[in-house]
């Protein structure tokens, strides 16, 4: 039988340290508690204040007889085992965690997750709402809570009660309990899966938030950023001017981060391609005016702000936009030949033919030669209302008769 328990020790030991989560025992705050119950009568004890981020426990329960003690702490007993998941529901997990003594005595307890229903056990003997009941007196035992298999230790739970009920009808029993938490290491920072939701609804809000068709993985990256600089409990008490310092700051790095920059530019130039297509030039400038604002401009966004100034008859901000466009790249001759029609409608005849001289055997692009647009310009402006006596100059000029 002993190298039976051995063998099992060392299986157990060897999958635990593999396998170990990423947490620890809490053993600077485990509950020992030790209590005696009179007889027939029925007592509670409270678990100490479990520690942000508990996702199990070990409990053990021993009744002594008059004179014992303990073989050895729990705490003691889980330091060969640094991981919960080495301890199992079978015997071999019994072996290690179990006292290795205990008295001649039993009792019934069970256990509850407010004090509600605690008191209402010690009164009125009522388990009906109990998370565990063992109904069948023991001597002594133990088992393991978890947040995923257990109703007693739910996400964000501070205590548990404990009720015994004494079985010995005639003498007092001496019970120890002792209770020791298991801490997932992330989730001692606060980061809880509700908190984590709080900060990603809250991003969700924001006005930059809003204007982007996508926003769940810029609101995922402000999150991230946020729970490794701080820990939940941390932020909460910032001031409310502070906590919207950190949302701007990481806001502003995961705008870039997480392509959600070029989304919602790219979003924009889609809406004023799609008013200027529908004639509505005002609505697209605006969205490319949004563009250059914040710093996002490419050549072809000034170039387009040019061009929906031009069917605006706006030929001085035309001839302002399309001139810093030509500062960004002064090789895109869409840009140049829109600075040409600016200055031609703007009655600047000689500005306007230096440009259209210079460019005149060029494609503007690889199929399109720079006549063939300038002729192309034209007759788009006539449609649209405007007129220059010009026009037909300047096609005589590049040989468009």
Same mark, same amino acid.
């Given at each position: 039988m002993k190298n039976i328990f051995l063998v099992l020790f060392i299986s157990i /030991?060897? #999958?635990?340290? /593999?396998? #170990?989560?990423?947490?620890?025992?809490?053993k600077d705050r485990a509950t020992t508690k030790e209590i005696v119950v009179s007889a027939r009568d029925r007592i509670l004890i409270k678990?100490?204040?479990f520690p942000v981020g508990t996702t199990e426990l070990?409990? %053990?329960?021993?009744?002594?007889?008059?004179?014992?003690? $303990?073989?050895s702490s729990l705490v003691s007993v889980l330091k060969a085992i640094p991981d919960p998941t080495g301890i199992s529901q079978?015997?071999?997990?019994? @072996?290690?965690?179990l006292s290795k003594v205990s008295g001649s005595d039993k009792c019934k307890y069970a256990v509850f997750s407010s004090s509600e229903l605690a008191l209402e056990y010690q009164k009125k003997a009522k388990k009906d709402k109990a998370c565990l009941v063992q109904d069948t007196p023991v001597s002594k035992d133990a088992k393991r809570l978890s947040v995923d298999k257990s109703a007693c230790l739910k996400p964000g739970i501070e205590n548990l009660w404990f009720g015994f009920e004494s079985t010995n009808w005639?003498?007092?029993?001496?019970?120890?309990?002792?209770?020791?938490?298991?801490?997932?290491?992330?989730?001692? %920072?606060?980061?809880?899966?509700?908190? +984590?939701?709080?900060?990603?609804? #809250? !991003?969700?809000?924001?006005?930059l938030? %809003?204007?982007?068709?996508?926003?769940?993985d810029f609101c995922v990256c402000i999150q991230e950023k946020m729970e490794k600089k701080y820990k939940f409990q941390e932020f909460q008490k910032l001031l409310a001017i502070e906590q919207a310092k950190v949302y701007?700051? /990481?806001?502003?790095? !995961? /705008?870039?981060?997480?392509?959600?920059? +070029?989304?919602?530019?790219?979003? $924009? %130039?889609?809406q004023a391609a799609g008013f200027a297509k529908k004639g509505d030039y005002g609505n697209a400038i605006a969205q490319y005016a949004t563009i250059i604002n914040e710093g996002k401009a490419t050549v072809l966004d000034y170039n387009a702000i040019g061009t929906n100034y031009i069917l605006t008859k706006q030929y001085g901000k035309a001839i302002k936009?399309?001139?810093?466009? @030509?500062?960004?790249?002064?090789?895109? $001759?869409?840009?140049?030949l829109n600075l040409a029609h600016a200055y031609l409608l703007n009655n600047n005849y000689s500005a306007a033919k230096a440009i259209y001289k210079e460019y005149q055997t060029q494609n503007v692009t690889d199929s399109l030669s720079w006549s063939q647009k300038v002729k192309l310009d034209f007759e788009t402006f006539k449609k649209a209302g405007l007129s220059s006596g010009d026009f037909d100059r300047v096609l005589k000029l590049l040989g468009n008769d």
């Open positions: /030991f060897y #999958q635990s340290a /593999f396998a #170990q989560k990423d947490g620890y025992w809490d678990t100490d204040d070990i409990y %053990r329960i021993t009744l002594l007889d008059e004179n014992q003690q $303990l073989a079978g015997s071999a997990g019994a @072996v290690f965690v005639i003498l007092k029993q001496k019970i120890i309990l002792e209770v020791v938490p298991w801490v997932d290491t992330k989730l001692s %920072r606060g980061w809880s899966l509700e908190n +984590r939701k709080s900060i990603i609804n #809250q !991003c969700e809000t924001s006005a938030a %809003r204007k982007l068709a996508n926003s769940d701007k700051d /990481f806001g502003n790095s !995961c /705008f870039n981060e997480t392509g959600a920059s +070029r989304e919602l530019y790219n979003d $924009l %130039r889609k936009f399309l001139k810093e466009g @030509v500062k960004l790249d002064d090789s895109e $001759l869409l840009l140049k």
